[in-house]
């Protein structure tokens, strides 16, 4: 059992008297404590009298002022007394409050509610002469905390050679994991305590096309849970991840503390700061309801408003994709068979075709036509440009031009097509994780979408980053993607990006990046397969920081209709896929199965069609994460709700509960549930569509399959 450390603070009494400072919540349930022991910052959280976070430690250690070097080299320097972790006499302290509501572009409610405490306390460091401000926001649903850097003398530049907050928990919790990296977040996720995480670790992981892993750390965020008397769930993460590197956490599993660990760059440095300037927050939110912390907005309230001027452009997007079928090994991206081409000299029309390039004339009409007639927005194309002949695997930078289409894609002839039918295209701009070269051509990518009427893009990062020894969520990466976001603004164009950062709150201030990836989506069912309660923990961890493109709605679920005898097979049911719309909050929606799969399904395929992407109003009926989800929408400025369950491989009951629907109406209730003798493996199809007239009065009991599940549409009758 982990010690109680109770000794060194009677010991101290004396001098905490007078460097501690207590703030709490707006509804007086949390507390956190900060205080110096011999000179070194600590805080703790409690939540009700009890303690959530044991005094923890923070502080920063530096490289000297200017000094680059490589990483081996780091480890050796003696930096004794230059670091910012100790030697801190308190200065200064301010108290501040807000209570406000603000509206987002798009979000899971109408407005937000941020409404805190803060406590401002101003460190000196005498050695040094320097001083930095911990900041400490305390919400009603938990604690976010960063470290602040005023302009000075003495810390004017600095290189960061690692983050040392700790957050110090007082047992061993269940958690749902990942495996710590700096390069990929696409691993299933793992279900123990924080105990059995160093025996797991080893084979948490699957192989990735970039991975740099990190020995027993785990990514955030993380979801915890405090099981049995006086249950808690807490969940850790960051907010405003921006000109700072993204972190991982390290576990001491012996003593329950988790240590913050940043991704590097190529010479293993973790930050070059120069001041004025913030860390990003770290948060901690902890509720003994599952159903509160899915829906804290704690990550987007610390983040800081948007500055952009015309936000009109960005909207809410349904659309479906030339994609799906690339995916399962139906079609390719590539247009020829050559394995060596070079842009800009190579002349495609010259070289021999492969024959089954899938963003061809005649595919892309046959995707708009079926799109168009059913009402969506947009259609994503990939594979419309030259160079994926030898795209990956080569370190290859200059690998696209994002302007050069294959002589089989007529750009022109397929905008005006599609805008004819009233939809847009979306462009998709994959740079095999070439990030110089994507800033180098993208004024030229985005005139190119203003030229031909694309407002969405679709960014990739595949493989490994260029400039080379950078990771996808060191520094340099990070300033990247808010490069391509705040260049996108200028040409009026919304950005999802896959294989990038995951979201940390974000879309607040850069509302135009409409969407991220950066978790294992719906493609991995045809790379290996999610489990079956994949889709019950991704709301608790990756979606905390902001939307995920997850690409449901797959109807053909064994690709064995495709390739007789392929194993492979999509692990959920049909009505599970319908639910996902409204379990995983996105504004921008892929239906990614192919038309043809659609069209056999058309009943099914009418909550596709109806289901909002943008939302007044949000309920978490029943959630607890790696089990079941339950949720229910209200659509932004309509009297229409949409409810959503899923469940894990376990089947379940659940009662609906309509006491949301306001009294005194009635609703057409459109319920599409998992038929009678539905089953994930063995009939995955089955499902039944049925109507019934509710009020906020009634409860409609509901079976969901092993990795089932259903969703209603509910409209004023």
């Known amino acids: 059992m982990k010690n109680i450390k109770i000794s060194a603070l009677f010991l101290l009494l004396g001098s905490i008297s007078l460097n501690a400072q207590s703030l709490k919540s707006p509804d007086g349930k949390f507390e956190m404590n900060f205080q110096l022991k011999s000179g070194v910052p600590y805080y703790n959280l409690k939540y009700q009298g009890k303690t959530v976070v044991e005094d923890s430690k923070l502080g920063l250690r ?5 000094d680059i070097q490589f990483a081996s080299e780091i480890e050796n320097k003696d930096q004794k007394g230059k670091d910012l972790s100790g030697g801190f006499t308190k200065t200064a302290e301010k108290f501040d409050s ?24 101003t460190l000196n460091q005498d050695a040094n002469d320097r001083h930095i401000v911990l900041k400490f926001r305390l919400f009603n649903d938990g604690l976010g905390f960063r470290y602040e850097f005023p302009q000075q003398k003495n810390l004017n530049y600095f290189i960061i050679k690692e983050e040392d907050s700790e957050i110090d928990l007082p047992t061993d919790m269940k958690a749902w994991w990942l495996a710590g990296d700096y390069d990929s977040q696409e691993y299933q996720t793992q279900t123990t305590n924080l105990s059995e995480i160093p025996a797991k670790w080893p084979t948490s992981y699957d192989g990735n096309a970039s991975q740099t892993l ?61 001041t004025p300037a913030v860390s990003p927050w770290r948060t901690i939110i902890a509720s003994p309801k599952a159903e509160e912390v899915l829906a804290s907005k704690m990550i987007f309230n610390l983040n800081e408003p948007t500055e952009y001027k015309d936000t009109s452009y960005i909207k809410p997007t349904k659309y479906m994709g030339v994609w799906w079928e690339m995916i399962i090994g139906k079609s390719n991206w590539s247009y020829s068979t050559a394995n060596n081409v070079h842009i800009g000299k190579t002349d495609f029309s010259k070289l021999t075709p492969n024959g089954n390039h899938a963003a061809n004339n005649t595919k892309v009409k ?33 690998v696209f031009d994002f302007v050069t289409p294959y002589p089989d894609f007529d750009i022109k002839m397929l905008n005006d097509y599609a805008h004819s039918k009233n939809m847009k295209l979306i462009m998709h701009h994959e740079t095999s994780g070439s990030a110089t070269n ?22 990739g990062y595949v493989g490994n980053i260029i400039p080379r020894g950078e990771h996808h969520y060191s520094q340099w990466m990070i300033n990247h993607y808010l490069r391509i976001a705040e260049k996108a603004n200028d040409y009026k164009i919304m950005v999802n990006s896959h294989e990038s950062v995951r979201p940390t709150g974000l879309n607040r201030t850069y509302p135009n990046w409409i969407a991220a990836e950066a978790a294992r989506g719906t493609e991995f069912e045809a790379f290996g397969g999610n489990n079956p ?99 229910a929408r209200k659509t932004k400025g309509k009297d229409e709700w949409f409810v959503g369950g899923i469940t894990d491989e376990n089947a379940r009951n659940f009662t609906v509960d309509f006491s949301f629907l306001p009294k005194g109406k009635k609703y057409e209730a459109t319920v599409y549930a998992d038929g009678d003798d539905a089953d994930y493996i063995n009939n995955p199809q089955s499902y039944k569509i049925y109507k019934k007239t509710v009020t906020s009065s009634s409860k409609l009991p509901m079976k969901l399959v092993r990795s089932g599940g259903y969703a209603i549409s509910v409209k004023v009758k």
């Open 214 to 274: 990190i020995k027993n750390a785990v990514q955030t965020p993380l979801m915890l849970k405090k099981e049995g008397k006086d249950q808690l769930y807490v969940n850790i993460a960051e907010a405003a991840v921006i000109n700072y590197p993204a972190s991982n956490l390290e576990l001491d599993a012996a003593q329950f503390k988790f240590k913050t660990h940043l991704t590097p760059d190529g010479q293993g440095a973790k930050g070059y700061i120069q």
């Open 366 to 398: 046959e995707y708009i036509d079926f799109a168009s007639a059913n009402g969506f927005d947009a259609l994503l194309i990939e594979g419309w440009n030259a160079g994926w002949e030898d795209w990956f695997g080569h370190s290859k930078e200059f």
């Open 62 to 66: 530096l490289l000297r002022d200017g």
């Open 438 to 459: 994507y800033e180098r051509w993208a004024d030229d990518a985005f005139k190119l979408m203003n030229k031909y009427g694309y407002d969405a893009v679709k960014t």
């Open 98 to 121: 807000k209570n406000e509501s603000w509206n987002p572009i798009m979000g899971e409610k109408k407005s937000y509610v941020n409404h805190y405490n803060e406590l401002a306390v």
């Open 533 to 631: 309660d994949h889709q019950t923990i991704l709301p608790f961890t990756r979606f905390m920081g902001g939307p995920m493109d997850y690409t449901p709605g797959i109807f053909q679920t064994k690709f064995d209709y495709y390739f007789p005898g392929d194993k492979r097979f999509v692990k959920t049911t049909l009505a599970k896929q319908l639910a996902l719309y409204v379990v995983m909050y996105s504004p921008l929606q892929m239906a990614a199965d192919l038309p043809e799969n659609y069209a056999r399904h058309m009943d099914a395929f009418q909550f596709i069609k109806d289901v909002a992407l943008d939302w007044d109003d949000t309920k978490i009926l029943a959630a607890e994460p790696g089990d079941y989800i339950h949720t």
